[in-house]
Structure formats: C-alpha cells, structure tokens
C-alpha cells in the first residue's frame, strides 16, 4: 500500500522558516518525481517545487530563492525548506510523486497546513 505522509507544518511568522516532510512507502522511492504543490483558501491547488529522480530541481516563481526542495532515497522522504515566508505562502502544502516512465502512476499525501502571520 501507498502512503505519503507529510509533517512539519504550523505557524510561524513572517520572515521565518520552516522545513516540511513528505514521507513515503509502498513505491520504490528512487524511480519518482517529487513535488510540493500547494492550496490556499480558496484558490486552486498549485505547484510549489519538484525534484526528478535524476535531482533536477524546478520552482515556482513566486518561491524562488527562498525555497529549497529535496530527496533522501536512503529515507524515502523529500523536504521542503522554506525561508523568508510571507503571509501568502499560508496553505496545504500537499506531496505528489509521479513515477519517472510511468506517469499513471501517482499518488498524493493528505497535506499539512502552513499558516504565516504578519
């Protein structure tokens, strides 16, 4: 069975960081994509990073330079650092891995809420 559990999240206030987990199971970690997307209320779900399994990294604008997303096979767990953060980076940070040939298969975690106070 597939499981991606993620952890980390809560509040913290404008100009702070914070480092989110994605852990996984049931796959073979190493063979996925891993990204980081993100929901704010009311808005529609959005990427935030993604890291191949060839460790190609890839950012939306808006975090460049203040995110960092990463992989550790031997863990089977990806991060997500995030520094600098602004009110508006409040949402559900969800974990999505897409097998690197087979893009049918992908699942997603059940999120962890980040809220930024100013």
Same mark, same amino acid.
């Given at each position: 069975?597939?499981? &991606? /559990?993620?952890?980390?999240?809560? &509040? /913290?206030?404008?100009?702070?960081?914070?480092?989110?987990?994605?852990?996984?199971?049931?796959?073979? +970690?190493?063979?996925? $994509?891993?990204?980081?997307?993100?929901?704010?209320?009311?808005?529609?779900?959005?990427?935030?990073?993604?890291?191949?399994?060839?460790?190609?990294?890839?950012?939306?604008?808006?975090? #460049?330079?203040? +995110?960092?997303?990463?992989? @550790?096979?031997?863990? $089977?767990?990806?991060?997500?650092?995030?520094?600098? &953060?602004?009110? @508006?980076? $409040?949402?559900?940070?969800?974990?999505?891995?897409?097998?690197?040939?087979?893009? @049918?298969?992908?699942?997603?975690? #059940?999120?962890?809420?980040?809220?930024?106070?100013?």
């Amino acid at each position: 069975q597939v499981q &991606l /559990v993620e952890s980390g999240g809560g &509040l /913290v206030q404008a100009g702070g960081s914070l480092r989110i987990s994605c852990a996984v199971s049931g796959v073979t +970690f190493s063979t996925y $994509t891993i990204g980081w997307y993100r929901q704010a209320p009311g808005k529609e779900r959005e990427l935030v990073a993604t890291v191949s399994s060839g460790d190609s990294t890839n950012y939306a604008d808006s975090v #460049k330079g203040r +995110f960092t997303i990463s992989r @550790d096979n031997a863990k $089977t767990t990806a991060y997500l650092q995030m520094n600098s &953060l602004k009110p @508006d980076d $409040t949402a559900v940070y969800y974990c999505k891995v897409v097998h690197q040939r087979y893009y @049918d298969m992908i699942y997603w975690g #059940k999120g962890t809420l980040v809220t930024v106070s100013s």
